[in-house]
């Protein structure tokens, strides 16, 4: 499958950039292609695809209205340091997880036919009510309160 109302097929290419950071030197890992699977499969290429959800479409929305909306690509990490492309989200947090568990994430601009592929997605299906969620633990305010009744 290609191509859906919810779901596309690419070919992902990598390339790696030395990078200096004081007297060290490090591989870095960026996107060089991105390209739908329908045509011939670039060398080196990796099949990944992209699918949207109903229940991410704030964190969609989010994304397409930042000045510079970006897409990531969920990688593998084979203990090589060579990152194996998994799947590409436009959903921030998705991201944001797979980092907190040490998976690489490579980021590119979103290219203008996903994001109207995204912006369709969204019309079709309706804007969701952004909704933040907070950590009952977190709020110190309810705390507070009950420590100037005590004593």
């Known amino acids: ?8 097929s690419f070919y992902v290419t990598l390339r790696s950039k030395q990078v200096s950071i004081g007297r060290w030197s490090q591989t870095q890992w960026e996107i060089d292609q991105l390209v739908p699977d329908s045509g011939d499969k670039p060398e080196g290429a990796y099949p990944v695809g992209m699918e949207l959800f109903l229940d991410e479409r704030a964190n969609y929305r989010l994304n397409l209205d930042l000045p510079e909306p970006k897409m990531f690509l969920i990688c593998d990490d084979r203990g090589d340091g060579i990152p194996i492309p998994q799947s590409l989200t436009a959903n ?12 690489p994430v490579l980021t590119m601009p979103i290219p203008e036919a996903i994001g109207c592929w995204l912006e369709a997605f969204i019309t079709r299906h309706g804007e969701m009510a952004i909704q933040a969620k907070r950590r009952k633990h977190i709020d110190v305010r309810d705390e507070m309160k009950g420590r100037g009744k005590k004593g």
């Open 92 to 103: 921030q947090n998705i991201a944001a997880g797979a980092l907190e568990g040490d998976t």
């Open 1 to 8: 499958m290609s191509r859906s109302e919810s779901y596309w």
